[in-house]
Every structure is written in C-alpha cells, then in structure tokens.
T-cell receptor, first 112, second 115 residues
Framework: SQQGEEDPQALSIQEGENATMNCSYK?????LQWYRQNSGRGLVHLIL?????REKHSGRLRVTLDTSKKSSSLLITASRAADTASYFC????????????FGQGTRLTINP | DAGVIQSPRHEVTEMGQEVTLRCKPI?????LFWYRQTMMRGLELLIY????????DSGMPEDRFSAKMPNASFSTLKIQPSEPRDSAVYFC?????????????FGEGSRLTVL
C-alpha cells in the first residue's frame, strides 16, 4: 500500500487563486518531499522538508509538516495556468535505507 | 548537464517478447532508482542501487523482471517474457547518495505497451 495519500485527488481552480493539496502518511519519516509532473513528463522536485521542520517556503510554494498528525500540505499561491500538473508527496520512511515512496498524487488544473 | 537519460521513450511489443529499458544517470550520482507508474497503482518503486549495488529489490513484481547496473553510468531493466499487465511508464531516477535526504532527478520515462 502507498505510504502517502494525497487529498484531493483532483483540484480545479481559477487562475490567481491559491491551491492547497494535502498529504497524509503512515509511518515515521525522515523527510517529506513534493514533486510536480507535467503530462507525459518525468517528475521534478519542488521542495523538501525535514521531520524537525514545520514550515518551508520557496517562491510561491509553502509547505507545512505536522509529524504528530502525519500530514503535510502544499500551498501554491497566486496560481498560474502553467501550474497545471500532478503533484506528489514522497517520504523517506526508513532511516538509512534511502527509499523514497510516493503517494497517488493530486491532479491540479488551473483555468485561465 | 544532460539530466537522466532513458531509452527508448516509447516501446510497443507483443506479449512474450523481451523488453530492455535503459538508463544513464546524472554523472556523479551514485544512487539509482527504477519506478513504474500506472493509473491504477501510481508510482511504485521497483528497485534501487547504491554505488552500483542493488540495495532493495522488494518492489520487483516477479522473476520476469530483472535489473542490472554494471557501472556507474548505466543501468538496465529487463522484462522477459513481457505481459500486457506490464504496460506502464517506467522511470529511472538518480541522486547523490546522501543518506535520507536529497532530491531525486527523474528521466522522461519509457512508455511500454505490451499487446
């Protein structure tokens, strides 16, 4: 079974609005990463947050991590049509093993 | 840097045929991962290597699948014999081998269709 579960599975908003995606996971983690995938392309790393961090920013991206609830959120502010993609969270779950396990993803559509 | 290079980008084959997918990781990266992506199962980790040595192959679905990394700049994923349920996009990714951290750099994937 997947370690990470994204919510919602699909999200459609208007350009300029903020988009929030959530990720829940099951076991203790060392870090959590968010990736983006455009249709027909490979995944691209967006941001990494460590288990001892609670919030991180990168440009229009804001990531939060709540280890007590085993959840994370990705906020994209002032969305653009070019943000249309699938977004995945990924967790490193076993210390020293370096396995990166992905969730099912959220498909985000930004309407012009 | 050219990034992670995968070939072929698309492969259509018939059931029972052997399929070989290839990957060239980014120079200097010593960890390499093979993932499979389908609509039903999402992204599944098949196997990963560290310094050319397979570390965890628990995700390899069956004996029909095998992966090798003969040197730091090349890896193959082989399916023999192939079946229609193997149809998927197969991704190779690499990164530096820092323990528990580090972004993965993905190739563009090999889309496999088994008829």
């Amino acid at each position: 079974s997947q370690q990470g579960e994204e919510d919602p599975q699909a999200l459609s908003i208007q350009e300029g609005e903020n988009a929030t995606m959530n990720c829940s996971y099951k076991t203790s983690i060392n870090n959590l990463q968010w990736y983006r995938q455009n249709s027909g392309r490979g995944l691209v790393h967006l941001i990494l947050i460590r288990s001892n961090e609670r919030e991180k920013h990168s440009g229009r991206l804001r990531v939060t991590l709540d280890t007590s609830k085993k959840s994370s959120s990705l906020l994209i502010t002032a969305s653009r049509a070019a943000d249309t993609a699938s977004y995945f969270c990924a967790t490193t779950i076993i210390q020293g093993a370096q396995k990166l396990v992905f969730g099912q993803g959220t498909r985000l559509t930004i309407n012009p | 840097d050219a990034g992670v290079i995968q070939s072929p980008r698309h492969e259509v084959t018939e059931m029972g045929q052997e399929v070989t997918l290839r990957c060239k990781p980014i120079s200097g990266h010593n960890s390499l991962f093979w993932y499979r992506q389908t609509m039903m199962r999402g992204l599944e980790l098949l196997i990963y290597f560290n310094n050319n040595v397979p570390i965890d192959d628990s995700g390899m679905p069956e004996d029909r699948f095998s992966a090798k990394m003969p040197n730091a700049s090349f890896s193959t994923l082989k399916i023999q014999p192939s079946e229609p349920r193997d149809s998927a996009v197969y991704f190779c990714a690499s990164r530096t081998g820092l323990a528990n951290t580090g972004e993965l750099f993905f190739g563009e994937g090999s889309r496999l269709t088994v008829l």
